[in-house]
């Protein structure tokens, strides 16, 4: 049987007899779990529409590249661009990490200094 088909066919099931009886038990848990299944599903599909909609939206060329899809831009993220001169342009400006965060209302878990 096809996992899909199993997991509707779980979902369906309707077990009776005594929550200390493993034989009832086991289908109790296995329909639970089936449910939950489902629903995540049902949650990826949800995730999966909104990401496309947003990479329609920015890059809809994005996806015909050889190679490239929703899940390889999640999990595979680019290297990021040299800011080496950023620190300069800071101190020269007089912003510090700390006005940064105060002004986004967001303070960064850890700051790493080099």
Request: glycine residues 4%; negative net charge.
């Amino acid at each position: 049987m096809a996992t899909s088909a199993l997991i509707t066919a779980l979902q369906r099931k309707r077990p009776s007899g005594h929550t200390a009886d493993p034989e009832f038990v086991t289908p109790v848990t296995l329909t639970a779990l089936a449910t939950r299944c489902q629903s995540l599903a049902a949650e990826i599909a949800a995730a999966d529409a909104a990401l496309q909609e947003i990479i329609d939206a920015y890059s809809p060329l994005l996806c015909d590249l050889p190679g490239v899809g929703i899940y390889r831009q999640i999990t595979n993220p680019q290297p990021a661009p040299d800011n080496s001169d950023l620190r300069q342009m800071r101190t020269e400006l007089g912003i510090t990490i700390t006005a940064a965060a105060s002004h986004i209302a967001q303070w960064p878990s850890i700051i790493f200094v080099p």
